[in-house]
């Protein structure tokens, strides 16, 4: 049996569009992630967890500015800076969501 591929290519842009709240005042940020575009079997049949899922297949962001380093500037991607911005804004299930969103096919008229 010959191996299958899709016609579409294995890297996504996800464009993100988040609301952060700062005591009263709420802040919205706009960035993209770049992540591999990969099946989400293993989340829906519980063998991996969303996070882990996207701590392997999110490989770089862009025009970000929720992680930033001491002097104010955007970190650049890491593993740890994203895993950091997980852990720090409870994003887990907002980008998992986006992926979905991004990843998969979408019906047009």
Known sequence: MSKLKLAVGNIALIPLKLTVKE????RRHEFTLTANRKS?????NKDQSGREFL???????GSQRLVLLENGEP???TP???EFMLDELSLEGVIFTAYVRECGGKEKN
């Open 80 to 82: 740890e800076n994203f």
């Open 40 to 44: 989400i079997a293993p989340v829906l």
């Open 75 to 77: 970190a650049p991607f």
């Open 55 to 61: 701590l392997e297949n999110i490989t770089d962001w």
């Open 23 to 26: 005591g009263s005042v709420t």
